[in-house]
């Protein structure tokens, strides 16, 4: 079984390097219900459905991944970018200086242009 994981991951990821983000979510949502502690697999989940513009599940995705690891920067900025598209500023703002603070980079704080 772990290795039907590994391959869905594996052909998730291609989907995605590959632009067909669509794919992408096929192959890896069978893997983040299998294992949903596994953080990796559904940042980059999350990340699929960030570029197939579908917010809702991003977001929630996104939630589930603040959740058990509090500290990942980049979910934080990628929860910046999910609520700043769906023309949610004042959220998005309170990810954007979490991100900055735990990696120091005040860059960060500039709302991502889309």
């Known amino acids: 079984m772990e290795d039907m994981r590994a391959l869905s991951y594996g052909l998730g990821q291609q989907y995605f390097e590959d632009r067909?983000?669509?794919g992408a979510i096929?192959?890896?949502?069978?893997?983040?219900?299998e294992t949903p502690e596994?953080?990796?697999?559904?940042?980059?989940?999350?990340?699929a459905y960030y570029h197939a513009a579908l917010l809702k599940p991003a977001e929630?995705?996104?939630l589930a991944v603040i959740e058990r690891e509090p500290t990942?920067?980049?979910a934080h900025l990628m929860m910046a970018r999910t609520l700043e598209r769906q023309s949610r500023p004042d959220e998005a703002g309170?990810?954007?200086?979490?991100?900055?603070a735990l990696t120091g980079d005040d860059?960060?704080?500039t709302p991502h242009t889309v």
Do not use: F
């Open 107 to 109: 860059e960060l704080l």
């Open 38 to 47: 596994d953080v990796g697999t559904r940042l980059l989940l999350a990340r």
């Open 72 to 74: 990942e920067y980049y």
């Open 60 to 62: 929630e995705q996104l």
């Open 26 to 33: 096929r192959a890896l949502q069978p893997v983040v219900d």
């Open 20 to 22: 067909d983000y669509r």
């Open 94 to 100: 309170k990810h954007r200086r979490i991100a900055a």
